[in-house]
């Protein structure tokens, strides 16, 4: 049995977790949710690598064996000093699982990217796809986190602004949700887009995490901490994503 | 000559630095946007209070002679905390003044406060009405916030949202904006509600600091601070309220 450190800014992370635990069954997992600090999505490089740098100390206390930075702008924001820190561990981001896994779906070649401005800003989805010969478009979608976290995920509101960000959209066939977010905003999206091919990132980091562990006998416990109120998060934890939260612990993260 | 102190956690707080300057020409500012960990009004009274006495600590730090506090949210949750820190120094929040300018404005006795969710919460509003004979109503609007920062003041998706959180008005005539990014959204509220009498916490904020301290001769200076990347903080200070800013430093909070 491995114990799994997964981390997000928030309830995005949790559609991570969801995908993590279906695909490795009778593994233990420790999910820290930072929502004191909720968005890391327009934050710049410097505060995301501290809040990361803090998130995986964390994990690595808990002794996980394996690290999944369940939050697009961390991944391309603070992947390497991660690495670093979790010194020879396993660590899953959601860009290259992701980024393969479209690469894959593709067939005319066309890839949207969307995300928060952070992620789109950093370049880091562009520099893996300069090396493919795909074209790829990319939009940040400020306004779609918000939604989420309001727990607006379906109203005409939220359809106008899907229009707004996606209507840049022409010959791409495949579009990688950038953000652990928008897989709640999946319906809305699909609407829109009927025909498009929807990466999530999440699930393709599941499908890595599962090939790199395996299924283990035995039943797996999932440890929760947030470092505020989790208001809105067991709500969507369990009526949106059928997760059972029976362990979550408030941490004072003003000590650390 | 004095020097004030103003903060908030990011460009919402602009709005009352703006109606200072106008009515405290040849005085002094110092601001501090805590845009690293923007926003508060989703956060719990713990985090808020930590994160307002911080602020405090740096305003005090720079030898203001009086502190507002340009957040309803950190007004609501930590004026008490942030007083006997500032132990003597007059502190302006958001919440007492613009009580009563609302009811000095009213003909009906109805009032409507809106805000984000923590300062609704908290109850501030609702216990400083009761003193008085007035019928309060209160509402969050948890995205008001987000289409400000990403600079959507006026959008067809925002005056669906505005119809979503403003539809429960009956029979109030004013409407207190108990959040300091709101008034960036003053011309589509009022295109919504055309009749209403709107009550801007900075405007009575800075109306009440004006009495106590008077204008000044000479040339006031404003130092700007904050705690991330000023991304859109300069472009909404200056292209939005006017403001120019010709001193800003960014701030390593990490560090505090």
Redesign the interface.
């Known amino acids: 049995m491995s114990k799994i450190g997964v981390f997000d800014s928030g309830i995005g992370g949790l559609t991570v977790l969801s995908q993590l635990i279906n695909r490795l069954p009778g593994h233990d997992f420790v999910y820290f949710g930072d929502n004191?600090?909720?968005p890391y999505g327009?934050?710049?490089e410097?505060?995301i690598q501290?809040y990361s740098l803090q998130a995986t100390k964390f994990l690595l206390s808990h002794n996980v064996d394996m690290i999944v930075v369940a939050c697009n702008t961390a991944s391309a924001l603070a992947i390497n000093q991660i690495k670093e820190m979790a010194s020879g561990l396993p660590v899953i981001g959601m860009i290259n699982s992701s980024v393969s896994d479209a690469i894959k779906i593709t067939t005319n070649g066309n890839i949207a990217v969307i995300g928060t401005?952070s992620t789109i800003a950093s370049g880091a989805y562009q520099n893996k796809f300069s090396m493919s010969n795909i074209k790829v478009t990319t939009k940040s979608c400020?306004?779609f986190?918000?939604?989420v976290?309001?727990g607006?995920i379906s109203?005409?509101?939220?359809d106008?602004?899907i229009d707004?960000y996606l209507n840049f959209l022409k010959d791409e066939d495949t579009l990688i949700l950038g953000c652990t977010h928008y897989p709640f905003l999946k319906t809305s999206i699909k609407k829109y887009l009927p025909e498009i091919n929807i990466v999530d990132t999440g699930e393709s980091a599941a499908k890595l995490a599962a090939q790199l562990l395996g299924p283990n006998n035995g039943i797996g416990i999932t440890e929760y901490f947030v470092?505020?109120?989790p208001?809105n998060f067991i709500n969507i934890a369990e009526n949106e994503l059928g997760l059972k939260i029976t362990n979550l612990q408030q941490l004072n993260i003003?000590e650390w």
């Open positions: 004191a600090r909720v327009n934050k710049s410097r505060v501290h401005e400020p306004l986190v918000p939604f976290e309001a607006m109203h005409p509101a939220l106008l602004i707004e470092s505020d109120t208001n003003e």
